[in-house]
Structures are given as structure tokens and as C-alpha cells.
């Protein structure tokens, strides 16, 4: 870590981000891709949410747990994409200081809720389907709402020391973040602070959040996966993997993206620093694109509730 005393030490206002820094000829490519997942991902997310509200056969919890999960997606992506596309259009780099450290903390907190709510839709199809006929005393509405408030204190409160850590570091005369978002990795790099606490927290936390999670979806589909191996009646087990299968392939792919995510990061000398960049910008874009559709496609329900919907319109 270099010594304070090789920076000047006026404070920073305001960062500069650099996306690609050694291929910024992506941008132009990229931009317009980018563009039509960012309107497929408000569009349908918009039209999932609309269509729950409106159609009355819809007001169930695991249907209250889906707009719970399109209302995270929104907000990622409101909170990412649109400054990445004003860069790659405008070539507007700046952010001020503490919009910066907002986009931080919405991003880190937002995906453990993802995470979390993965989790929670999890255990509503292990009821379910393990315990059919307990599920309506057990996933209620009010048992929706404590998993909401659950969902965003947890999450919330866990993620909010990362951005208030970075803030709190001392940021000498450099502000160009190489990055197209505001990273706690990209940024607290350019303090003349040791920032060893920041980063290790940031690990376990993370991690934390995420793994308890990952282990919990794990056993609900474990034991899912044991009680329809025991269905004799024909046709009944498939249907009930069905009901799971909406859940599980987003799940999966949720998993895959973070963890390819992850292991570029830890193989970022060798590979171009370019790639995590744009990866990040992906899984912030791709599962909330995904998500809506999914759900479109393989549920019945939503299904029929869109066309109904398209109808009135």
C-alpha cells in the first residue's frame, strides 16, 4: 500500500468510471444488447407484477414471493444499467461520492435478498410438496410478510458496514475506477488506506449470507426430491417436480453466474480485467431478464393470467 504522504489528500467529490479500460471499443457494441435486455427485463418483470396484482387467482403467497423477487430485479436494474448505458452513450464517467457508495450498497444488499428470497420460495415448494397438507396453515400471508421484513432486515443490515467502511477510508488524489459500477473491490483500491478490514469483511459476510442460503436451498430440494421418489401415483411425481422445476433452473442459474463471477475474480491476473467487468454487468442484467420469463413459460397460472391481461389492453 502506498504511503498518504505520495498523494494529495483534497478529498474526492466525485469518481471517474472507466468501463473496459483496454477494450473501450466494446462499448459500442455492447450497447445496443444491453439495451434490449435492460427493456426485456423492466418489460416483463413490469408485466409479471401487473398481471400478479390484477388477476385474482394470483393472490397466493408463492405468487406474493414471485413479485417480491421482480420488485429486486427492478431495482438492480435501475440501479446499474442505466448508468452503464449513460457511459456508453454519453460518455457521462462521473459519479458523485455518495451516489457511488448508494449504488454499493443497493447492489451488494439487493443480491443477498435475491439470494434470501431464492431461499424462501425454496422452503414454500418443500411445504408443499412434503407437507401438502399443512401448507395452507404454514405459508400464509402473514407468514409473506414476516419473510419480507426478514428478507430485507437480514440482508440489509448485513451489507450496509461495506459501503459505510469504503466511505469512511481516506481517497487520495486518484478517482478513475475501472469499472463501469461502483464495486467495493474497484473502489476502496484507490484509498492510501489499508484496506485489508474492508475486503475481509466483505468476504465473510458475503459468503455468510450466501452460503447459509445456498445450503438451505440445497436441503429443501434434497428432501423435495426424497418425498416425490416415494409418489407411486402415476403422473404425480412429474407434476410435482414441475412445480419445482421454475425455481430450480433460476436458482441454478442464479448459482453458476455468481460463481463464475467469483472464480474470474480470483483469476484476475489471468484473465483480461475486462471479462469480470463485463460479467458483472451481466448477472446485475441476464436473471432479471430470465426470471419473469421462466415463470411465464412454465406456469400455468401466470400463463394464462398474461393473456388475460393482453386481452383487456
Given at each position: ?29 455492447l450497447?445496443?444488447p444491453?439495451?434490449?435486455?435492460f427493456?426485456l427485463?423492466m ?10 396484482q ?17 420488485l ?16 456508453f ?22 443480491l ?9 420460495m ?48 481516506t481517497?487520495?488524489?486518484?478517482n ?5 459500477i461502483c ?10 488506506d489499508?484496506?485489508?478490514?474492508n475486503r ?16 438451505l ?7 423435495i ?33 455468481l460463481l ?20 458483472n ?9 430470465l ?8 406456469t400455468?397460472?401466470?400463463k ?8 383487456r389492453?
Amino acid at each position: 500500500m502506498a504511503s498518504p504522504s505520495n498523494y494529495s489528500t483534497a478529498p474526492v467529490s466525485e469518481f471517474l468510471l472507466i468501463c473496459f479500460p483496454n477494450y473501450q471499443s466494446w462499448q459500442h457494441w455492447l450497447s445496443l444488447p444491453l439495451s434490449l435486455l435492460f427493456l426485456l427485463a423492466m418489460g416483463a418483470n413490469a408485466t409479471l407484477l401487473l398481471t400478479i396484482q390484477l388477476e385474482a387467482s394470483l393472490h397466493e403467497p408463492m405468487y406474493y414471493l414471485l413479485s417480491l423477487l421482480s420488485l429486486l430485479d427492478i431495482v438492480l436494474c435501475l440501479t446499474v444499467i442505466p448508468k452503464v448505458l449513460a457511459i456508453f452513450w454519453f460518455d457521462l464517467r462521473s459519479i458523485s461520492f455518495s451516489a457511488c457508495f448508494l449504488q454499493m450498497f443497493i447492489m451488494n444488499s439487493f443480491l443477498t435478498m435475491e439470494s434470501c428470497t431464492f431461499m424462501v420460495m425454496a422452503y414454500d415448494r418443500y411445504v408443499a410438496i412434503c407437507h401438502p397438507l399443512r401448507y395452507p396453515s404454514i405459508i400464509t400471508d402473514h407468514f409473506v410478510v414476516r419473510a419480507t421484513i426478514f428478507v430485507v432486515a437480514r440482508n440489509g443490515l448485513f451489507s450496509l458496514p461495506v459501503p459505510v467502511l469504503s466511505s469512511r477510508l481516506t481517497y487520495c488524489a486518484e478517482n478513475t475506477i475501472k469499472n463501469c459500477i461502483c464495486t467495493n473491490l474497484s473502489v476502496s483500491k484507490l484509498s492510501c488506506d489499508d484496506i485489508t478490514f474492508n475486503r475481509l469483511y466483505q468476504f465473510v459476510a458475503g459468503w455468510t449470507l450466501l452460503g447459509s442460503d445456498l445450503i438451505l436451498i440445497v436441503l429443501s430440494y434434497s428432501f423435495i426430491l426424497k418425498a416425490v421418489l416415494r409418489i407411486k401415483a402415476e403422473g404425480a411425481a412429474a407434476k410435482a417436480l414441475s412445480t419445482c422445476g421454475s425455481h430450480f433452473i433460476l436458482i441454478l442459474f442464479f448459482s453458476t453466474v455468481l460463481l463464475v463471477l467469483v472464480i474470474t475474480n480470483l483469476a484476475r491476473k489471468r484473465i483480461p480485467p475486462d471479462v469480470p467487468i463485463l460479467l458483472n454487468i451481466l448477472h446485475h442484467l441476464i436473471p432479471p431478464a430470465l426470471n419473469p420469463i421462466v415463470y411465464g413459460v412454465r406456469t400455468k397460472e401466470i400463463k394464462q393470467g398474461i393473456q388475460k391481461l393482453l386481452r383487456r389492453l
